[in-house]
């Protein structure tokens, strides 16, 4: 199906719907996640994005500087790694006939393929195998290659070993196209050493990014030596943490973004999958590891929400407003033992912002409330005056923020405190949800001063907010846009607004100081 991609200050850059994967001479599609062959990428701009001719050529500007292979040459590559980025893994067979390659998706083909090549019926217990998958082109031109030997068991090489052509032990491939995690998976790494570019990263972190991340002497000890650590024991840690260092390094060089970021995928495509196989639940014996984890993964989510590659959907809200919420509550059995620990001082500063909050900012709280009609029903009302009063206290927390208080707590306030009814308002694009997260993007703006994993998500954010909130809300969001930088919204008249009395104060948004005196 078509997927437009308008052009808006959120449409993908060319350097970003366009990736160039150099070891295969290949652009690939990142909203469709496959490569273009050369003579077909203005057809693909126009049939699939429906981008017009006028804002096609900053596109074909943007590959006319690559060394394209034809797809012939391509067809033929025998991937040295795997899986390759951007391209999605899928589950298949692997035939295990003695040097046959042949790969597909479906038993149904796997047996035609015994029965036509092989000239016998062939079974799943001898003739072929589960393997993952991947092909750079689809249709006519898709031919699948995996990173599994065939004839073996279907553990293959893990990205360590394959790197360092180490054969000590094995562990299955992650699959991230698949919403299952792998079956197992072994989470001990520290006998293990880095290849070149894995080195490289784990230097980069531990010289540099480990100090973007803490606000204390104590909590620099964690990043800079506790998380490294862990990190060798724990396979799932180790790529997340190398995958916020080429994050950062794409932060730091807009010149190769899309290279750092390319392999800051790869890194998060292995760990999520690793992540959730090695650890079904939280135990004592791995919730620092687990909880560093976590805060890895959500400051590289907020990072990767600029790539765009979420089925070229521009106006879709990010993942990592969701996401947030999910691992809430995953600590609570070891809770006490975390505090206990060498990462305790992650609790610690949750538990001082939690204190914090307990005094919401009351006139922006005043001000929420007024914003619901008579007519909103009370299965609204009520998610809705809940978020507005976790909202009131995430600002009351930008007023005291204290040194021990990380950057992804205080921005992680909000989500986690919203109910299960307010996310649902929020996915149905309820004005008022879109209302308080417009404000939200408030906190997202003021902390992106202290993390550069949070640059421009404020106003991506509040760009889609905007087009998806009707005109006639758009006055009640004007101290938002205001201040992340955005143009105003446009202004109605007041008897045209079906809402309440509330009206923000155009003298307080021009002191730059919002209309609440935040």
């Known amino acids: 199906m078509p997927t437009e991609v308008p052009s808006t200050s959120l449409a993908p850059r060319p350097e970003q719907l366009l990736q160039y994967l150099p070891p295969y001479k290949v652009v690939v599609c990142t909203f469709c996640r496959y490569a273009i062959q050369p003579k077909a990428i203005a057809r693909h701009l126009k049939e699939i994005h429906r981008i017009k001719l006028s804002d096609r050529q900053p596109f074909m500007q943007h590959v006319e500087k690559f060394e394209l292979a034809a797809h012939e040459l391509v067809m033929q590559y025998v991937p040295g790694e795997f899986p390759v980025p951007l391209l999605p893994v899928q589950s298949g067979l692997q035939c295990r006939s003695d040097d046959c390659p042949y790969l597909c998706k479906t038993e149904k083909r796997m047996k035609h393929h015994w029965l036509s090549v092989h000239r016998r019926q062939g079974l799943a217990s001898y003739g072929w195998q589960t393997a993952p998958l991947q092909t750079f082109f689809k249709g006519n031109l898709l031919r699948y290659f995996t990173g599994t030997p065939s004839g073996k068991p279907t553990e293959i090489t893990s990205q360590f070993d394959h790197q360092n052509g180490s054969k000590e032990r094995t562990t299955p491939l992650p699959d991230p196209s698949l919403s299952s995690p792998p079956t197992s998976a072994t989470s001990t790494a520290s006998s293990r050493t880095l290849d070149e570019s894995g080195s490289f990263l784990m230097e980069h972190f531990t010289t540099h990014v480990w100090l973007t991340l803490a606000n204390s002497e104590n909590m620099r000890q964690m990043w800079r030596d506790i998380a490294p650590r862990l990190a060798y024991q724990h396979e799932y840690l180790m790529h997340a943490l190398l995958a916020c260092a ?273």
């Open 246 to 518: 080429a994050l950062h390094l794409a932060y730091l060089n807009p010149e190769q973004h899309s290279e750092w970021t390319i392999k800051a995928r790869t890194h998060q495509d292995y760990a999520i999958p690793l992540f959730l196989a090695a650890t079904p639940s939280v135990e004592s014996e791995t919730c620092d590891a687990v909880l560093i984890f976590v805060r890895l993964v959500g400051i590289t989510t907020f990072a990767l929400d600029d790539t765009l590659t979420d089925g070229g959907k521009e106006d879709k809200l990010p993942g990592w407003l969701f996401f947030i919420r999910s691992g809430c509550t995953m600590f609570c059995d070891v809770w006490d033992r975390i505090g206990t620990g060498p990462v305790r001082y992650l609790t610690e500063s949750w538990e001082l912002l939690v204190d914090i909050s307990k005094s919401p900012l009351q006139p922006l709280l005043d001000s929420f409330l007024a914003i619901p009609p008579a007519d909103w029903p009370e299965e609204v009302r009520v998610p809705y005056k809940e978020s507005a009063l976790a909202l009131a206290q995430n600002f009351s927390c930008l007023h005291v923020l204290d040194e021990r208080i990380t950057t992804l707590e205080v921005v992680r306030f909000w989500p986690i405190k919203n109910s299960v009814e307010y996310v649902v308002l929020l996915e149905n694009l309820h004005p008022g949800a879109l209302i308080l997260l417009a404000h939200y993007c408030i906190v997202l703006h003021r902390m992106s001063a202290r993390s550069w994993s949070l640059k421009g998500t404020a106003s991506s954010l509040l760009s889609t907010i905007k087009r998806q909130l009707d005109v006639t809300w758009h006055r009640y969001i004007e101290w938002p846009l205001s201040e992340v930088g955005l143009p105003p919204a446009t202004q109605q008249m007041t008897d045209e607004l079906p809402i309440g009395s509330l009206a923000l104060s155009s003298d307080a948004i021009s002191s730059g100081r919002g209309p609440f005196g935040c």
